[in-house]
């Protein structure tokens, strides 16, 4: 009962660290449940379990009911993004009341419990692969991981270097909960390019690289994410904002109180030439086509 009690408190609570004042509560809570454990067994009392609710076997009716909580709760806070760890704690969870109910059984009890342990490896593997590889804020694969994929493309390909118009302008007049905005709805944007894959590059800049792709393609396919966030107008989020994007969408078309914001963004477009062989060479072409685009008037495309 302790163990899945413990997984509901664990994920109701947020992750503070050790020296946090409010953790000591949680050392203290561990020490309770740890004495209660011991006194019950060293001491053989059983007699709180002529309860029915409190009965075995497999597992007791209350236990089975802090795991179906535990469980329910775990799967609330994987919906709908599945992230890793929530998942885990679900897998986790069902693994341990399966073992629990195989208790009688030293062969399946081990073999659930050890499932349970494995399960939540797995999801914090995912999860540190993510922290590593994926930006957070847009949820495009990160520097890291353009790193990797650069040493595998191979010799036909095309890079675009992508960097948010006056981001600085943003951040300072409306804060950074509106620049925050604008890279979502950028990074969204170029999520779509057609035959690349967008990656975050770093503050306000994005990379796309384009495998087996010319110039002109990546070009065309560059041009058509340009224009899409040029015309599209952003709503200012307010302190009232709805969170989800159906109803933002309404209250984006009914209020016009809210202000509206205009997005651009300036491109530099290169692929591998006899001066530019690496691909870090080409990313570093990529970006000086990128500055001349910005001293060309900004939002634009340039080579």
């Given at each position: 009962?302790?163990?899945?009690?413990?997984?509901?408190?664990?994920?109701?609570?947020?992750e503070?660290?050790?020296?946090?004042?409010?953790?000591?509560?949680?050392?203290?809570?561990?020490?309770?449940?740890?004495?209660?454990?011991?006194?019950?067994?060293?001491?053989?009392?059983?007699?709180?379990?002529?309860?029915?609710?409190?009965?075995?076997?497999?597992?007791?009716?209350?236990?089975?009911?802090?795991?179906?909580?535990?469980?329910?709760?775990?799967?609330?806070?994987a919906?709908?993004?599945?992230?890793p760890?929530?998942?885990?704690n679900?897998?986790?969870?069902?693994?341990?009341?399966?073992?629990a109910?195989?208790?009688?059984?030293?062969?399946?009890?081990?073999?659930?419990?050890?499932?349970?342990?494995?399960?939540?490896?797995?999801?914090?593997?995912?999860?540190?692969?993510?922290?590593?590889?994926?930006?957070?804020?847009?949820?495009?694969p990160?520097?890291?991981?353009?790193?990797?994929?650069?040493?595998?493309?191979?010799?036909?390909?095309?890079?675009?270097?992508?960097?948010?118009?006056?981001?600085?302008?943003?951040?300072?007049?409306?804060?950074?909960d509106?620049?925050?905005?604008?890279?979502?709805?950028?990074?969204?944007?170029?999520?779509?390019?057609?035959?690349?894959?967008?990656?975050?590059?770093?503050?306000?800049?994005?990379?796309?690289?384009?495998?087996?792709?010319?110039?002109?393609?990546?070009?065309?396919?560059?041009?058509?994410?340009?224009?899409?966030?040029e015309?599209?107008?952003?709503?200012?989020?307010?302190?009232?904002?709805?969170?989800?994007?159906e109803?933002?969408?309404?209250?984006?078309g009914?209020?016009?109180?809210?202000?509206?914001?205009?997005?651009?963004v300036?491109?530099?477009?290169?692929?591998?030439?006899?001066?530019?062989?690496?691909?870090?060479?080409?990313?570093?072409?990529?970006?000086?086509a990128?500055?001349?685009?910005?001293?060309g008037?900004?939002?634009?495309?340039?080579?």
């Amino acid at each position: 009962m302790l163990v899945p009690f413990n997984a509901f408190l664990v994920m109701r609570y947020a992750e503070r660290g050790a020296r946090y004042r409010a953790a000591y509560g949680w050392l203290v809570l561990l020490a309770v449940e740890g004495a209660l454990v011991w006194w019950i067994g060293s001491s053989h009392r059983h007699w709180s379990f002529d309860n029915w609710w409190l009965r075995s076997p497999p597992t007791p009716f209350v236990g089975r009911l802090i795991c179906a909580a535990a469980f329910a709760a775990a799967v609330w806070r994987a919906w709908p993004e599945f992230k890793p760890i929530p998942v885990g704690n679900a897998g986790a969870i069902a693994s341990f009341f399966l073992a629990a109910e195989w208790a009688g059984s030293s062969g399946a009890y081990a073999l659930f419990m050890a499932a349970s342990g494995l399960v939540l490896i797995i999801a914090l593997l995912q999860e540190s692969h993510q922290l590593a590889f994926r930006d957070q804020l847009t949820g495009l694969p990160g520097r890291r991981a353009l790193d990797e994929r650069l040493r595998s493309v191979g010799s036909d390909y095309a890079v675009g270097m992508v960097d948010v118009d006056r981001f600085k302008q943003f951040n300072d007049t409306h804060g950074h909960d509106v620049g925050d905005q604008v890279l979502r709805l950028v990074g969204g944007r170029l999520a779509e390019v057609e035959g690349g894959v967008a990656y975050r590059y770093g503050g306000e800049e994005f990379c796309v690289l384009f495998p087996g792709s010319d110039i002109a393609a990546a070009e065309r396919a560059l041009e058509a994410i340009r224009a899409s966030i040029e015309s599209y107008r952003m709503a200012v989020r307010g302190a009232d904002r709805p969170k989800q994007a159906e109803e933002g969408a309404k209250r984006r078309g009914a209020a016009a109180a809210e202000k509206m914001l205009s997005v651009t963004v300036s491109i530099g477009v290169a692929t591998p030439s006899e001066k530019h062989r690496a691909p870090r060479e080409v990313v570093m072409a990529a970006d000086e086509a990128l500055y001349r685009a910005k001293k060309g008037g900004r939002n634009r495309v340039s080579r």
